[in-house]
């Protein structure tokens, strides 16, 4: 147990629906992380969130839309995905965003169909 | 970016046996974090460090960081299936944020 909770734990998807991932942190961390994970790549940096501000969207498709409400929750919107968009996404969060300890949840397995 | 590179990329052996991973990179960095993650779940800190030529003891594991701060190793002594997972190198990009090396996938036979 990380402190970082992801719900669902998997989903499976058309490429018509809208769904949508959720984060949450009990940990008094400041910083919020979207990860993706994909066989055989490195984990992707997606977006950053530091005091519930975007600070950071790596050139991310527009499919994946971030939410970060406050700063103990963190939402990924999906809508219209690609096939290849099915991954591993995790969530993590980190004291600080610069050089910290990350704390990841145990992701979402997201399979578009 | 700055890209780190680990080797090798799959990794099984038996039980008992020794084993030592990579990550490298032709970047200095300011620290270095090595991450194990389990099937099913995320990525779970084992250690960061800070010191060129620095070297730390986690029980069995043995981390080092080279002398300019440019690659890392992890060695496991008497590998146990317990230490099955997929060994993770990560370090501050300009920025701070974390970027990640692709792993090590290891398997440890009973």
């Known amino acids: 147990e990380t402190g970082v909770t992801q719900t669902p734990r998997h989903l499976v998807m058309g490429m018509t629906n809208k769904k949508s991932l959720k984060c949450e942190q009990h940990?008094?961390?400041?910083?919020m992380y979207w990860y993706k994970q994909s066989a055989k790549k490195p984990l992707e940096l997606m977006f950053v969130y530091s005091l519930e501000e975007r600070v950071e969207n790596n050139s991310v498709p527009s499919r994946f839309s971030p939410e970060c409400p406050n700063s103990s929750h963190l939402f990924l919107h999906l809508h219209t995905l690609q096939p290849e968009d099915s991954a591993l996404y995790l969530c993590?969060?980190?004291?600080?965003?610069?050089?910290?300890?990350?704390?990841f949840g145990s992701g979402t397995q997201l399979s578009v169909l | 970016t700055q890209l780190l590179e680990q080797s090798p990329q799959f990794l099984s052996i038996q039980e008992g046996e020794n084993l030592t991973v990579y990550c490298n990179s032709s970047?200095?960095?300011?620290?270095l974090q090595w991450y194990r993650q389990e099937p099913g779940e995320g990525p779970v800190l084992l250690v960061t460090v800070v010191t060129g030529g620095e070297v730390k003891k986690l029980k069995r594991l043995t981390f080092q960081f080279g002398d300019a701060r440019k690659d890392s190793s992890l060695h496991i002594t008497a590998a146990q299936p317990g230490d099955t997972g997929l060994y993770l190198c990560?370090?501050?990009?300009?920025?701070?944020?974390?970027?990640f090396g692709a792993g090590t996938r290891l398997t440890v036979k009973p």
């Open positions: 993590a969060s980190s004291l600080d965003r610069v050089g910290e300890k990350l704390f």
């Open positions: 940990l008094g961390h400041n910083a």
């Open positions: 970047s200095v960095f300011s620290s």
């Open positions: 990560a370090a501050p990009q300009v920025g701070g944020d974390m970027r």
